[in-house]
């Protein structure tokens, strides 16, 4: 079985940077340059990953339904 528990970390991260507003109003370049690369860190655990994903968690991460992927990882199924 995969450890998906950096995959997890980092939708994490990335719900947790969307919710910053106070990072967002500060700096809004910096934060766009945080939520970019969260993203890209996010894609490059996805295709590291890909031969030990399920099919739903894998057409969540194709699909960039990040909120979705993370909610599954979190309900026990992952």
């Known amino acids: 079985m995969a450890d998906f528990s950096n995959l997890r970390s980092l939708l994490q991260r990335r719900l947790d940077l969307i919710a910053d507003h106070a990072f967002r109003d500060r700096d809004a370049a910096a934060h766009l340059e945080a939520l970019k690369n969260v993203s890209e860190e ?7 990953l890909r031969s030990d994903l399920p099919p739903r ?14 909610d599954y990882l979190n309900s026990g199924e992952g």
């Open 42 to 48: 996010i894609m490059a655990e996805h295709q590291r």
């Open 57 to 70: 968690l894998n057409h969540f991460l194709t699909q960039a339904s990040f909120s979705k992927a993370l």
